[in-house]
């Protein structure tokens, strides 16, 4: 789901002293942390590290992380929208690429996948309008703006599809085999809404993507109530959390696209057995869709025990050896 986290102890050695932002601009140890869980716990393939925030300072907007992003002057009129910038993500944040490219070249000889992605436009506005994240998913703020000024909103979301689009694409080109659009807060809406301000500018990004290079993933954070409106998006694949049924969820697929999930990330503390159970569990119910990604329903926790992880992997290795 993540790439390598606070989970790992060579991550945090990585990380000592190193700021996120810093982190995630720092081609070499970035490049090091994204190889973590492919050579460390066995995962059979490999996400970039960086964050849903790294083309938002492009747009000539604020950002901090204490610990999360934190906006520092949030987005809340039509001016505030227009003045945002565009600029081509392979000058404004060229060190991406550069860890994408990287990591191609040391991953191509085990012919393992990688796998870029970026923030969706509606999670990344719960941020910019917000100012920062919000724990209660009620996002009064935003929801304001969607009531009183919805063009303004549209307006913002519209913008961030664009900046969406040009920087997935350019992870294509650098060397992402594979991207996920991260729609984390989405669930946070009934399918009303959902169907209203956050399907149009998905389906539009998804697209507009180089499919034919790398398939695309949508992930919405546990939201059972919109796998159909996940599915209307048009992805290759639909990601679901882990309160999703993976029966229910295969059933409404089908054909139409395959599922990624959705093991809970705190049943990776379960005896390795039962981890071996759940998997072969999620696998079987995952049947009538087309196909099946084994992962997780959300990142590893910072407590996740390592063998755990590790366990999953083998699970899942053992499962495709049948």
Known sequence: MRQAGRYLPEYRAVREGVGFLEMCKDVARAV????????????????????????????GVGVEFAPGPVITDPIRSEGQVAALAQ???????PFVFEILRRLRR?????HIPLIGFAGAPFTLATYLVEGKGDPSRAFATLRGLMERQPATLRALLEHLADMTVAYLNAQIE???????LFDT????????????????VDRRILAALHRGLAPAILFVNDAPHLVEAMLDCEPDVISIGASVDVARAAGQAGARASLQGNLHPEELA?????????????????????????????????????????????????????
């Not at 040391?106 to 085990?110: M, S, T």
């Not at 650098?174 to 996920?180: I, L, P, R, T």
């Open 185 to 200: 807060w989405a669930g946070s809406l009934d399918e009303a809404d959902f169907r209203k301000w956050v399907l149009p």
């Open 87 to 93: 600029p081509d993500p392979r000058h404004s944040v």
């Open 32 to 59: 090091a942390v994204s190889l973590q869980p492919v050579r460390l716990v066995g995962s059979e393939a490999a996400i970039v590290f960086s964050d849903i925030f790294t083309p938002v300072e492009g747009l």
């Open 106 to 110: 040391e991953l191509a000889p085990d």
């Open 174 to 180: 650098a060397g992402a085999q594979v991207v996920q």
């Open 270 to 322: 379960l005896p390795r057995e039962r981890i071996f159970l759940r998997t072969r569990e999620i696998a079987e119910a995952a049947r009538p869709a087309r196909g099946l990604v084994l992962n997780l329903g959300h990142g590893c926790l910072p407590d996740t025990p390592v063998e755990g992880v590790r366990a999953f992997t083998d699970a899942a290795r053992a499962l495709a050896q049948g």
